[in-house]
């Protein structure tokens, strides 16, 4: 998010379209959760003329959180340490009308909310109702069975979040996705300091005990690690 490493945030604009229609199944964008089992339609992100270009690209204008657009450089390093349960497509960034072409775009199609401690893990639960559309409720949740029991009976418009993550001890895994309260890509010390030492840009690393308001609060812990938005 710093401006001085990325520019601009988010830096993607809009993409390049020359795919047809938005809502073809073949598209990236429009896969979710699921193994691709032929040539997808790879975005190509088109950056903000203020953006600048580093290797991991905030797309959220061209596929958002769950595609994540990535150097070469930051998908060698990923691939050390996952190779089941995601996918890499190749794909270009443009900037400038200079289109850079080593780039991936990440399907990740394993979830592995197994992993979450939810006894310490904070679960808030909105009902949906048009008359009271901020009313959440903290729910207790001691384990994986319950929390998917909960997701397969609720509502459709119904909004559950994880926050203030804690993983089960023992959990081997350098990197992972859990979901909801949109997905969140989970990285070990081991990982994240790999990533750091190789100087790759554009991304940061939140404390998965915090939640997103705690960590981006004014003078708070997101501050002195990376400097003010």
């Known amino acids: 998010m710093n401006t ?15 795919y047809g229609n938005i809502d073809n199944p073949k ?3 429009n896969i979710y959760f699921q193994k691709v089992d032929f040539d997808p339609i790879v975005p190509i992100p088109i950056l903000h003329k203020k ?5 991991l690209i905030s797309n959220v204008n061209a596929g958002g959180n769950l595609h994540l657009i990535m150097s070469e450089k930051l998908k060698n390093i990923i691939e050390k340490h996952r190779t089941k349960g995601l996918q890499f497509f190749k794909t270009s960034v443009i900037k400038d009308d200079i289109e850079y072409d080593d780039y991936f775009s990440i399907n990740m199609y394993e979830i592995n909310n197994e992993f979450i401690d939810f006894s310490k893990t904070t679960v808030s639960y909105r ?17 994986i069975v319950e929390f998917n029991s909960i997701i397969d009976n609720r509502n459709i418009l119904d909004e559950i979040s994880l926050n203030n993550i804690y993983i089960k001890n023992g959990v081997s895994e350098d990197l992972f996705m859990v979901r909801y309260g949109g997905v969140k890509h989970i990285a070990s010390e081991n990982l994240k300091k790999e990533i750091e030492d190789a100087g790759c840009t554009g991304l940061e ?3 998965i005990e915090l939640s997103y ?3 981006t609060a004014p003078g708070g812990e997101r501050e002195k690690v990376y400097g003010k938005i």
């Open 205 to 207: 690393f939140q404390p």
């Open 4 to 18: 001085k490493i990325v520019g601009k945030f988010f830096q993607s604009e809009t993409i390049a379209w020359n």
């Open 213 to 215: 308001n705690e960590w």
């Open 27 to 29: 598209l990236l964008n």
């Open 127 to 143: 009902k949906y109702n048009p008359k009271k559309i901020n009313e959440t409720e903290l729910i207790k949740v001691d384990s």
């Open 51 to 55: 953006a600048k270009i580093t290797d």
